[in-house]
């Protein structure tokens, strides 16, 4: 059996800042949920346990509690604004993607058009 890797955080020279190194970014930190069996959280809208069972809530707190750890964690702290008042990791997720993502179309975008204006 295979150990789970144990993520204690991003050094903060790491942490993502901006839209440079999103990608590498992105698929580091899905890889280190995928590792630890919480990749479903962020894939998968997974709304608060019902359960009735309190073993079974207790892990969903502290799978919840992992994953946003290792998101917030992973970001450097003008990024964790745009994080906050999120329901679900699902939704902090897809803010952060779309945000990141589509900020990273417009320098493309704009990189074309200061080419495209100096010929």
Known sequence: MTEKMEFNGLRLKHALEGTSKFVTWKDQ?????????LLEYIKIDVAKSQESNAQNLAQWKKDVA??????????????VSNLHGKETLFTMWKALKELLENNMLKMQQENLDLIFSLK
């Open 29 to 37: 930190t899905e890889a280190v949920l995928d590792d630890n069996g």
């Open 66 to 79: 992992k994953v946003s750890r290792i998101i917030l964690e992973g970001v450097r702290y003008h990024i």
